[in-house]
């Protein structure tokens, strides 16, 4: 068979110089960090694959947009444009800009979450979660039992599972569930999708309980591209038809604009419902800004809009998920244990199958992450037991079935080259997994702990 190769429909403009440091160096670094990739210095780090959050590389298009930035406080013309391009792309009819995604939720819990409600979700996001505890809900996992393994390949693993949604509604009564948190592209699961024979179903159910569906579309544009390569009937529609046609069977949304929407900063809530929406915009201005800048510059909402645009282009999400698969198969053809199917934003490393020498309490993932820095100052991030945090009834840690370690890929960010370099770098860590100790916390402060706590290795 011929090869058939795929390039990134780019070119490069403009550039950032790295800086390499000597593994002596990154031994003391880690150390200085407390273990924790997060309270590493950017400057130390080669290859930054912390996170796919607010790290994308703008189009020359979005940087001229930064120009338009109408920086008034009150009515700014980049809000009427961001509001038509969400209008068009996600067709929900209002708007409330955020500085991010969690600025939303926090506004979308307040409103909808009373004392004593239950939320189910599709596995549970850091933020997403805290706010509605905060809020006095608790958070129900009502995704398919796949979701939670991480060798299945199940095509879609962030499936809502009907049967355990409609055991809790049986439970607790319809009027205690506020509406069901539907993550797209479900990042903790590995950057799993749900299909829309899935949602279909779900909004069914839902509708006939007066139920709402509450999107977090922070990486809904990816769950599109996947519908359209795995789901039957979806081949030959484009991403921007099943992106509309997804949302159109939810009722709202919260988003971190610095994902899919390849913008450093921002986000927002967008709703159907007009009532819901004034009270929306109402706490907005008591946690964000004004209801027509919500904590942003007239130019990052306009930088948003054009991304929006990018990023509903095929040619786009062909080489951003197409990338993550490039290393993701590498490392699996080296036998390394990661969750399959490959996900849309990075590959995410078995940690417990990598590390089966390190019990759960000695939190093997960071223990991972923190190695695979000091191998060649590639920067990754713990997704396990340290990011699921304490049961707030017990107080024990939570210890989630997946412990990993994400390697998520920035967009637009760095070639196929870095893609290399990072397989094999976390290759040679597998070779030497054995040598890796656990770790132990010395520090851990109260809210998503993951972010600053700080560890001591339990052995040399
Ligand atoms: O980081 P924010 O506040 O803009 O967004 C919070 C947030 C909400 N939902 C989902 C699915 C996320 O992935 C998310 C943030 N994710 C981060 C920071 C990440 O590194 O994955």
Redesign the pocket.
């Known amino acids: 068979m011929t090869k058939q190769s795929w390039a990134e429909p780019f070119k490069i403009k403009s550039v950032e110089l790295l800086r390499m440091t000597t593994r002596q160096e990154r031994e003391a670094i880690i150390a200085e960090a407390g273990y924790n990739t997060f309270l590493i210095r950017s400057r130390d780090v080669y290859i930054d694959l912390?996170?796919?959050?607010?790290t994308a590389a703008m189009s020359d298009r979005q940087w001229a947009g930064l120009m338009l930035g109408d920086e008034a406080y009150a009515g700014s013309e980049n809000y009427y444009h961001l509001e038509a391009a969400i209008q068009e792309h996600y067709g929900y009819r209002y708007l409330v800009p955020t500085h991010?995604?969690?600025?939303a939720?926090n506004i979308l819990s307040q409103l909808m979450i009373k004392q004593g409600d239950f939320v189910p979700g599709n596995m549970y996001?850091?933020?997403?979660r805290l706010h509605q505890e905060l809020a006095g809900g608790a958070f129900v996992d009502v995704i398919v039992d796949e979701a939670h393994e991480p060798a299945s390949e199940h095509p879609f693993k962030g499936n809502v599972d009907i049967a355990k949604l409609d055991r809790l509604v049986r439970e607790v009564g319809a009027a205690r569930v506020p509406y069901v948190s539907l993550?797209?592209?479900?990042?903790m699961a590995g950057g799993q999708p749900f299909s829309m024979a899935n949602l279909k179903e779900l909004s069914a159910y839902c509708r006939a309980r007066n139920i709402p569906i509450m999107l977090?579309a922070?990486?809904a544009i990816e769950n599109a591209y996947f519908i359209k390569e795995r789901e039957p009937g979806y081949a030959n529609k484009s991403v921007k038809a099943i992106l509309r046609e997804m949302c159109d069977l939810t009722d709202g949304a919260?988003v971190?604009?610095?994902?899919d929407l390849l913008v450093n900063i921002g986000?927002f809530l967008a709703l159907n419902d007009e009532g819901l929406f004034k009270r929306a915009q109402n706490l907005a201005v008591v946690y964000e800004g004004l209801h027509t800048y919500g904590g942003l510059a007239g130019r990052d909402m306009e930088a948003m809009a054009q991304g929006l645009r990018e990023a509903v282009m095929e040619s786009h999400q062909a080489a951003r998920i197409g990338q993550v698969r490039y290393l993701g198969e590498q490392l699996e053809a080296a036998g390394v244990p990661i969750v399959k199917p490959i996900g849309s934003?990075g590959v995410f490393i078995d940690a417990a199958a990598f590390l089966p020498h390190i019990e759960r309490d000695a939190y093997p993932a960071q223990a991972l992450a923190a190695a695979i820095y000091v191998e060649a100052g590639v920067r990754a991030?713990e997704r396990g037991n340290v990011s699921a945090g304490r049961d707030p009834e017990t107080g024990a840690n939570r210890q989630p079935n997946l412990e990993l370690v994400?390697l998520?890929i920035p967009r637009r960010v760095y070639t196929q080259a870095h893609m290399d370099v990072v397989a094999e770098a976390v290759i040679g860590v597998h070779q030497r997994a054995s040598t890796i100790a656990g770790l132990r916390l010395t520090y851990e402060p109260e809210y998503l702990r993951f972010f600053q706590a700080r560890f001591e290795p339990l052995g040399p």
Do not use: P, Y
């Open positions: 912390l996170t796919d959050s607010g991010q995604g969690r600025g939720e996001f850091t933020t997403t993550e797209a592209n479900v990042n977090d922070t990486r919260t971190s604009a610095k994902k986000g934003h991030m994400r998520t």
